[in-house]
């Protein structure tokens, strides 16, 4: 299950988040479904070969994000991410449309133009 | 002992093995040699003189010296003994590798003397004298090598423990009371000859008690 | 267990050249702790002053709660120190090595030191003489892991390693922090690695610590800011501030202690913030420590 995260030191991101973003994607698409044990952080930080250290960081800021949850003496869990991954899922959507927001008025573009390249943008996902 | 200077005393013995065997064998060859008439005597002596001390210096040299300069104390040094325990079983494993080598070359070469119809046996005393002295000898260059880190140091320590083998074996001869029975066709124990013993034997046990008190209280190891 | 694995206090110790200054150290069970520092920093004569190879001139060493260096025999009974100017007896063989740790550690695990022979890609038959320089350092390490100590003193552990060799000595160091109450204290000067696996990271130079931290407080706390200035840069007289680079109307800062509460007293528009990595810092740091070593009046 683990062996498939892959930290990179060449990346510029820092590791810590590397391993809190992967851990993210993998929960947000199901492939490590709600109520599953998170492999322990020694245990963790000597497959990626990374330090405890790290590995503890991420798995705090995942529990701050509520992507996880660590019950004392037993271990780490995916949250129960029925409302979760969705909850992660719209707020990333709101803040893209903020952006956008941000750029139309930046552009002084009409409300209409921009529904209408919102619309484009869904038909083209749909075709895909 | 605790059991690490055991183990470390065992060691020396098996890394030298070859080296005991071969210095006993040349020793042993010089023995033979002396038993084929006066030429064959002298050379034979020769060789086995230079077996005994040569030995000596080689265990001494390799044993501490190299170990020094090739880092292998580093190794021994990570064990979990003292300094203390270190130089203890350097000094024990070392002298005991010599004194094996030592008492088989000693006890030939008095035999040989006590045997062959050709030595007086008045040399007996002069013989002993010699291998306490050989004795005496390896322990003063291991002691040196213990305390001393220079090689130009350990050169002339040597030189001068090789010097004084030779001085030593003129000047016995010229003792009164022992000189003059050395070609006494039966020996002779006296005073004299006791007094000598004690002496080297003292001597022995002072260069080997020295790294005891001195080498092994050294606080830094290196 | 909350006894701490490595304890040093105020640590001096003179030579005729060189002076290791107050150094004091702490590593708890179950970390790793990277020591670096640039040539002649102190890091080798620290390490032999833990494992009472030497004796301090004044402070305090505890290693695994023993008095160091007069318990030394006891205490070095659970710890494996490699040293990377540390040679095996030359003229005996891998396979005597091995039996006679064994025969001196009842941790000596023979499955796991054949294991790692193989992995080493060494030949218990071999002597000593004819192993390479890697060859013996990897020998080293084997003798050292597979005894399985609580606690891994290695100094330089990667120096003499080819690439794959130590990405798999790296496997093995973070495999023994599997176990929490096995801790590792190295010392490097490859800042890659370090940065990589340790826990917590002391900066040694000239003989002195100059920063002690966890490692990602170290990279939090550190940044490069790039701004763009209008005429002459403003004299910032921000303590955070390590090093400032002015190069025409761009200004670059080296930040020691970087927060939104930073920026907002720096007052002026940062163009871009950037993370540091271990090596920068390290320089970084000692820069800014000889600086201020200089500027002492003696």
Request: overall charge neutral; glycine content about 8%; hydrophobic content about 50%.
């Amino acid at each position: 299950m683990h062996s498939n995260l892959f930290i990179s030191q060449t990346d510029a991101r820092p590791m810590y988040l590397q391993i809190v973003e992967q851990i993210r994607q993998r929960v947000a698409a199901g492939d490590w479904p709600p109520g599953q044990e998170l492999p322990s952080i020694r245990a963790l930080a000597a497959d990626l070969r990374v330090s405890v250290i790290t590995v503890k960081r991420a798995y705090l800021d995942l529990e701050s994000e509520g992507v996880i949850v660590t019950r004392q003496g037993k271990g780490s869990f995916v949250a129960d991410a029925q409302g979760l991954a969705k909850d992660m899922r719209l707020a990333q959507l709101d803040a893209h449309l903020a952006a956008a927001g941000e750029i139309a008025r930046s552009l002084a573009m009409p409300e209409a133009d921009l529904v209408e390249r919102l619309r484009d943008a869904l038909n083209q996902e749909t075709t895909e | 002992m605790n059991p690490i200077t055991r183990k470390l005393v065992a060691k020396e013995l098996h890394l030298y093995r070859w080296l005991l065997v071969g210095g006993t064998a040349a020793g042993l060859a010089g023995l033979l040699s002396a038993t084929t008439g006066e030429v064959g005597f002298n050379i034979g002596f020769i060789v086995w003189l230079t077996a005994v001390i040569a030995l000596g210096v080689m265990l001494a040299l390799f044993g501490v010296a190299s170990e020094r300069k090739e880092r292998s104390q580093l190794f021994i040094l990570s064990l979990p003994l003292s300094h203390r325990d270190y130089v203890r079983a350097k000094l024990l494993g070392l002298l005991t590798c010599f004194v094996l080598a030592w008492a088989v070359l000693s006890a030939g070469a008095l035999a040989l003397i006590a045997v062959m119809p050709g030595i007086p046996d008045g040399l007996l005393p002069y013989g002993v004298l010699l291998c306490i002295f050989l004795l005496m000898n390896f322990s003063v260059v291991l002691c040196g090598a213990l305390h001393i880190a220079s090689e130009a140091a350990m050169g002339g320590l040597i030189i001068l423990t090789n010097m004084s083998v030779s001085l030593f074996m003129m000047g016995v001869g010229r003792i009164p009371g022992l000189g003059e029975h050395m070609q006494a066709p039966a020996p002779v124990w006296n005073t004299p000859f006791w007094l000598l013993v004690a002496a080297l034997l003292a001597a022995t046990a002072l260069a080997l008690a020295l790294p005891l008190f001195i080498a092994a209280r050294r606080r830094d190891i290196l | 267990m909350n006894a701490k694995v490595i304890e040093m206090t105020g640590v001096r110790k003179a030579f005729r050249f060189f002076t290791l200054e107050d150094v004091s150290l702490a590593l708890e069970p179950g970390q790793i702790m990277g020591l670096v520092g640039p040539n002649g920093a102190g890091k080798s004569t620290t390490i032999r002053l833990l494992m009472g190879l030497l004796a301090p001139d004044a402070g305090s060493i505890r290693l695994l709660g023993h008095a160091m260096p007069e318990d030394q025999a006891v205490a070095k009974r659970d710890v494996g120190f490699v040293s990377d100017d540390m040679r095996l007896l030359q003229h005996a063989s891998l396979a005597w090595h091995m039996d006679f740790i064994a025969s001196i550690y009842p941790g000596w695990d023979a499955a796991y030191a054949a294991t790692l022979l193989k992995r080493f890609g060494l030949h218990a038959g071999q002597v000593a003489r004819s192993l390479s320089t890697g060859e013996q350092a990897k020998a080293l390490l084997l003798l050292a892991l597979a005894r399985r100590p609580r606690l891994l003193v290695l100094d330089e552990p990667t120096s003499g390693l080819d690439p794959v060799a130590r990405q798999e000595l790296l496997t093995e160091f973070m495999d023994v922090l599997r176990d929490d109450s096995r801790s590792i204290l190295f010392s490097s000067h490859n800042t890659l690695d370090v940065e990589r696996i340790s826990d917590r990271i002391t900066f040694i130079d000239r003989g002195r610590v100059v920063a002690a931290s966890d490692k990602e407080v170290f990279l939090e706390r550190w940044r490069t800011l790039r701004l763009r200035v209008t005429g002459a840069a403003p004299a910032w007289q921000l303590p955070e501030i390590v090093h400032r680079d002015v190069d025409g109307s761009f200004v670059t800062l080296t930040v020691d202690g970087f927060s939104e509460e930073f920026l907002a007293r720096l007052g002026a528009p940062v163009q871009e913030v950037h993370r540091m990595n271990l090596e920068d810092i390290f320089v970084a740091t000692v820069m800014h420590s000889r600086q201020a070593q200089e500027a002492r009046p003696s």
